[in-house]
């Protein structure tokens, strides 16, 4: 039986994140990855905003697929604005981002096994099945990089479930012969084409994108596929559909994720933003937090992991689940009223920020009749 410092199961880059971090301490480090392949398939829109990430690790030029100078924004009228936001960041390209960024963990002392699927967890040991055969590693920490639909967590005794109201379910095709602005991503706020959440464009060239809408069950009982066939229909008609991705958006807040050997990071903790969607930077700051903190459990020392979480990621995550649940609650009427405050803050405008709790107070202060959402978002 093989034994390590740290186990990690999962190689998306929460985990390859944290497995890097602890290896650079010079502790044992075993990730386990499910797939034959550390990147594929892809599970994400490949978004990444610069702001969110740079204090945590340094993007190369070759996980890039486009710099991106700020976003298209298209309202329920279907009238649009540009908002100039310059090397606000980058559209990935995950299958390489997320293959090298396990590489340079395993550079650093980290062990990579691939096609090591966690069948179940006994005391200090994980059962896995690799090449058709069973195999137990023993562990000392446990970190938890599986997913959105983490098994490790629920072996650990954390209410990982969510409820309809606590998830979006998303739809995105890889589309090729179709002609976009490569430097700017394109968001749709309508409630026909994606009730309760909203539709995206992210290019990776010239010609061709990341197409995807994301919808909340408890506004819709139609499915996500449903609506995105029908929109790609109608937007691009010529294009052609590489790659089709189904999956899902935690908007839940845990009540726990970790424990005396273990915690969970990146979809797997619930790190995902609520209001964007987005989970590639809170993934990777929550993986360099556990990475950190796990090495110095390890060592006997107090560790601030919890603390780090909820100063780091969950302060913001919080306030943005208010905002979502508020957004749920909007009318058309009231969402046309924002997109045109947004116009007014935004459009044709060169920024550097964009502080939503700022946003958020300037729309209630311009709309008195969301006096009560704000005192919620507040309280």
Known sequence: MDYFDIIVVGAGPAGSSAALTAAK???????????????????CAEGLSRSTIKEYLDIKPEWVSVNLNGSIVRGPTGEEFRIEYPNVGWVLNRKVFDAE?????????????????????????????RNKKIEKYRFRFLIGADGIASRVGRWLGIDTGLGLNEIEVCAEYFLENIKINPHYTYLIFQQNLAPGGYAWIFPKSENSANVGLGISPIKTKNRAKRYLDAWIEREFPECIIKEKIFGGVPAKILKRFSGKNFFLVGDAGRFTDPLSGAGIANGIKSGVIAGRNAVLRLKGKRDFFEREIEEEILKEIRFHKKVRDAYLGLGERDCIKIFNLGKKFFANKTITDINTRELVREVILSLPHLLPLGLRLIF
């Open 25 to 43: 301490e010079g502790v044992s480090v075993l990730i386990l990855e499910e797939h034959p392949q550390v990147g594929i398939p892809l599970q």
């Open 101 to 129: 960024l396990a590489e340079v963990a395993v550079s650093k002392g980290a062990v990579l096994e691939v096609n090591a699927r966690v069948i179940g967890i006994e005391d200090d040991r994980l059962i896995v099945r």
